[in-house]
């Protein structure tokens, strides 16, 4: 599973706000708790540069099944 700052590496840090969040950092650790999606994050989906980390960050925070976080199926 990523940590915070697996995931903050991936994101544009500007700390534009168009997510709603204050800092990248902190759109990072709502990232990793599942209360904002991957899509939220305007420049990251907007921006061809940023296109290879979209994908990872996808691949990442994308849950497999009906397994959560703590392995017990829901």
Do not use: W
């Amino acid at each position: 599973m990523a940590n915070v700052m697996e995931i903050y590496q991936l994101l544009p840090k500007t700390n534009c706000k168009e997510c709603g969040k204050s800092t990248c950092m902190a759109f990072a650790v709502d990232l990793l708790a599942r209360k904002v999606k991957v899509e939220d994050c305007p420049p990251l989906v907007k921006e061809d540069k940023h296109k290879a980390n979209y994908k990872k960050l996808s691949e990442m925070i994308t849950p497999v099944g009906d397994v959560t976080e703590t392995g017990l199926i829901r």
